[in-house]
């Protein structure tokens, strides 16, 4: 196993494939070949082959570095699976992926959703129906870890909470285990439905419909996810508001109304909400910027030591950047001291200490106030009134030398957007959580080919921060690829790298072929073509000459 696995290290596929079918000739269940040749496979382009053998590795697997090595690859090819009917080998596997630690759960959603309506598409909404779908491992798993993300599962969800209502008191086990994994889910979702006439916060079912209090589950909800469900949505909000009042304070307020605006945005709706994902990869990230094609090296000097995260949000991406590469000296700046508590509590319960939390507005940092050598800022620039403003502050706190990465909309891919701002105002909408909810109702009504209906694909749909930042956020800019070269050139920036996702790099070569990858003109073309390549974000990287 040791040769096979060095020869597939050293760049020799063919000896590596066939030591390891000889391996599995002997042992067919041989755990560490089945988990080399699933990845073998699933990295060469064979994923239903993959999927099965990696499958057979999971299940075979029995030391936690083993699962840890099988279960992430194996999570993402089923997340990229429509299946057409159920499977018990399916369930099975999506079951034990969502229990794993090393596993994102999220990135299974939406496969999860669909199996699971394969396996019950009739939903009589009885008491012991409920009392089944509460002993059926898989619902539990998918309910209490996922945020639900399919205009389908979300009507199935409708359907029991209304059953769950009109059966309180006559249930089992079973039924509370239900309710438990149910109301987490919703408070996921920011209770996207808020219950039907008649349930008030003393009603034993509130819980289902709005955040709990402790003693409302303590007393009337004990079950298997007590502990869990007062964790997410009591203990954990309470730590946050006492995080929030000790955060520090960076630089003054700007003054700047969209960005106030912006801010008491977030401090309604602190956005992404997110669960602490597992260890990614050990990564350093100045290995990553030398990478980078146009890169000036001698100017870059091998230096990415110290990071601001500008308008970071709830934390992820400075959380994700410490633990990639803990050698970073990390300071997460944002508008909002609801989002920042929400990121400090993630790095609190991670054990993170580099990365400090500071209030502040990107307009008002000072030269002094720096120099970083790499900084950071994704979908933050293009909800200023004037992005050029944001960039050339943030350019004024980076040192000689050093990079900034961005994620900036698209001014094609969000044509989808520009409908729904359109329908929005048309409708007097705002963002209170009443409007988002007619607002989505309105959506999920839509037949399939209405060009609205493509919002039901996005993520950020199916909770209320998450719509509200999809579709009604107070300041949106949107930009082509030669108007992101005039934006850092403005900033005293020179575009040297760019990132399009795989399906873009494949469209451009096909196109293209060995044409330079930075031409922002081609790209230009290309996306004229294709408009929906950029829907999550460009990713460029400017160098401070």
């Not at 096979?4 to 760049?11: I, S």
């Not at 299946?83 to 999506?94: N, Y």
């Not at 994700?320 to 508590?341: F, H, Q, W, Y």
Request: glycine share 8%; net charge negative; with cysteine.
């Amino acid at each position: 196993m040791c040769e096979a696995e060095a020869r597939l290290a050293a760049g020799d596929p063919h000896t590596g494939f066939e030591l390891l079918k000889a391996a599995l000739a002997v042992d067919q269940n041989h755990p560490g070949a089945l988990a080399a040749m699933g990845l073998f496979l699933a990295a060469h382009g064979d994923p239903g082959q993959a999927t099965e053998v990696l499958s057979r590795a999971l299940g075979g697997a029995g030391t936690l570095q083993g699962r840890a090595r099988v279960a992430p690859a194996l999570a993402r090819l089923l997340a990229g699976l429509t299946p057409s009917r159920w499977h018990p080998v399916l369930d099975a596997d999506l079951t034990a992926l969502l229990g794993e630690s090393s596993v994102d759960p999220q990135i299974l959603a939406r496969t999860t959703a669909r199996v699971l309506l394969l396996k019950t598409p009739r939903f009589e909404e009885t008491a012991e129906a409920l009392e089944a779908l509460g002993g059926d491992a898989l619902w539990i798993a998918f309910l209490s870890r996922c945020l639900n993300v399919d205009a389908a599962m979300e009507a199935r969800l409708d359907a029991l909470r209304r059953a769950l209502t009109a059966t309180q008191g006559r249930g089992g086990e079973g039924w509370r285990t239900l309710a438990q994994a149910l109301a987490l889910n919703g408070y996921l979702a920011e209770h996207l439905d808020d219950g039907p006439e008649g349930v008030d916060d003393s009603a034993p079912v509130s819980p289902l419909f709005r955040s709990p209090r402790a003693d409302d589950v303590m007393m009337t909800w004990q079950g298997p996810l007590t502990d869990l469900l007062v964790r997410k949505t009591v203990e954990e909000p309470a730590r946050e508001m006492g995080l929030a009042q000790a955060v520090a304070r960076l630089t003054p307020d700007a003054g700047d109304d969209v960005s106030q605006a912006v801010r008491a945005q977030y401090e309604g709706n602190p956005y992404p909400r997110w669960a602490s994902p597992p260890q990614p990869p050990r990564r350093i990230l100045s290995q990553e910027i030398e990478a980078l094609p146009r890169l000036d090296q001698a100017a870059f000097a091998r230096r990415a030591r110290t990071v601001l995260a500008a308008g970071c949000g709830t934390g992820f991406e400075p959380i994700d950047l410490a633990r990639t590469d803990p050698s970073l000296a990390i300071t997460a700046l944002d508008l909002s001291r609801a989002s920042l508590a929400y990121g400090a509590r993630v790095a609190e319960q991670l054990g993170l200490d580099r990365v400090r939390f500071v209030q502040g507005d990107i307009l008002a940092l000072e030269p002094d106030m720096g120099p970083f050598d790499v900084v950071v800022s994704t979908g933050v620039l293009h909800h200023m009134a004037r992005p050029q403003d944001g960039l050339a502050r943030l350019a004024g706190v980076l040192r000689s030398g050093g990079v900034v990465r961005l994620a900036l909309y698209s001014e094609r891919a969000r044509a989808p957007i520009r409908r729904a701002h359109a329908l929005i105002r048309e409708r007097g909408w705002t963002a209170s959580a009443a409007d988002i909810r007619a607002f989505r109702a309105h959506i999920l009504a839509l037949p399939n080919d209405d060009p609205l209906a493509a919002l039901r694909t996005s993520d950020d749909f199916y909770s209320l921060s998450g719509c509200r930042d999809l579709v009604f956020h107070v300041q949106e800019h949107r930009y082509t690829p030669p108007q992101l070269l005039q934006l850092l050139a403005r900033a005293g920036l020179r575009l040297v790298g760019f990132e399009p996702p795989s399906q873009a790099q494949a469209a451009f070569r096909q196109a293209f072929g060995a044409a330079d990858p930075l031409d922002m003109e081609l790209w230009d073309r290309l996306e004229a073509a294709q408009p929906t390549l950029f829907a999550g974000m460009y990713h460029v990287w400017g160098q401070k000459t």
